[in-house]
Structure formats: C-alpha cells, structure tokens
C-alpha cells in the first residue's frame, strides 16, 4: 500500500541545500517511523540520502552558458517518480519513465531531452557522454530508509536489538558524511573537474539565477507540495508536514 506520508519526507524541489534536508528529514523522521509502523508492521531503524537528484539535458551547444528553466519548456524529461513528475509538469516540460539503465540510449536518441538522477549516479553511468549541461537545481536527496520486520526485530533478544541499535547512529552520520562529498565530486567531475575518480564530463554547469530560484519555490510550493497535500488527503498529514518539513522550507501545504 502506498504512503503519502512517507512520499513527504522528499518533494521534488522543495529543499536546496543538504544539510537543511538532514534537518528536515530528521524532524519528519516520527511521522516516518510510524507509518512503517502501522502500514508496513517495520521497524525504522535509519534514514539517510545520496547525492541531489539534478537535470541533466542535451542542448545541444555547450558552450551555451544563459540556460533558465523556461529554456526547458516543452521538452521531455526522464522522472522516476509522481513528485518529479510534478515539478516536470510544473515548468510546463513533459515527464517521461525511463528505466535507468535505458536513459543514455535515450538521450543519444532524443527519446529524451533531460533526465534527472543524482551527481555521482549521472558521471558514473557516463551520462556526460550524452548531454551537454547540468541543471544544478535541486530536485530531491533519493531519500532511503532502513528497516527489519516487526517479527523479525521482535524475535531477536535486547542484546541483539541493542547491538544493531547502537551501530545505526554511527552508520547515519558516515552516511551523511559519504553524501555531502559524493555530492560535490559528482559536480566537479560531471563538470570541468577536479575529478578524482577519472577524467572530468566537461558539461557545461548552471546555477539557478534569481529568476529561476523564484519560479523553483514557486513550482515546489504551488504544484508539486499543493499535489502532494491532495495525495496525503488529510489535515493531520498536513499539519505533521507542516510542522516540520514545511517549516524549515518555507514552504506551507494546505487541502
């Protein structure tokens, strides 16, 4: 069954900085543990993130350096969830489903203009050999979760429960530590480098200009965190949102 709820930890646009989404993400983390809880029979044991999902288009022309989000209108862009779908929807492009392992073929082929994954996920798969730009906009953190079945996690004694416990935390913060930097090598290499881990994409880098952070927060507050509040259907969902996730965006959600 799905969780809207769950869905909320991770809105498409809504956060772009990483260590605003920890915060974030911790404070949402009650609302999380209990929907494992009752829709799931899970214990939540720990979250973390990878590395920002961004966009990644083929236009064309690297050496074009004035891209804005309304350059992206009409083009059809690789998603992999409702919330991207969303913002996609939201800067009036078209969102297509693409399995991750079909996107470069896609792109070469024009199946698909952009894609979004995260920075490491795009240079790894060699993404730079088949588009010319990286979008820096931050469409979500790949939000993941660890978790045991309730039976399972009842079954074992305290001592084995406080040995798995007491490893989560230390593994969280390395997790976290792991993200952030994967998260700027991913940059760097996608981009003119330095590139550590092998010969840099040479993709031409856009950072959002007032404009765009304008059309962002108005995209993730109007279209993508409005849709959400419908999918979440209730005033307690989206209280609990608020409270937390929304008030450390900025954001507000409402039915």
Known sequence: ?????????????????????????????????????????????????????????????????????????????????????????????????????????????????????????AYNAKWWQVVTHNVRVRLGYASSFLAMNNKTWNGLDKEGQAAIMGQMQPLTEAMWVATRANDARGMNCNAQGPCDIGEPGNMTPIEPNAADKAKLKDVAENVVVKRWAKRCGTQTCIDEWNATVGKLSGLKASL
Do not use: H
């Not at 070469?108 to 490491?120: F, L, P, S, Y």
């Open 1 to 121: 069954q799905d969780s809207p709820a769950i869905e909320g930890a991770d809105l498409a646009g809504v956060i772009q900085d990483i260590d605003v989404y920890r915060e974030a993400l911790e404070s949402y983390e009650p609302i999380i543990r209990r929907e494992f809880q009752e829709k799931y029979n899970a214990k939540l044991l720990m979250l973390y993130a990878w590395p920002s999902q961004q966009l990644w288009c083929n236009l064309g022309d690297r050496s074009k350096s004035n891209v804005t989000l309304a350059d992206l209108a009409g083009k059809k862009i690789r998603t992999y969830s409702t919330t991207l779908g969303d913002f996609i929807e939201g800067i009036n492009a078209s969102a297509v489903t693409i399995a991750f392992a079909e996107v470069v073929p896609a792109l070469q082929k024009g199946v698909a203009d952009c894609g979004i994954t995260g920075t490491m996920p």
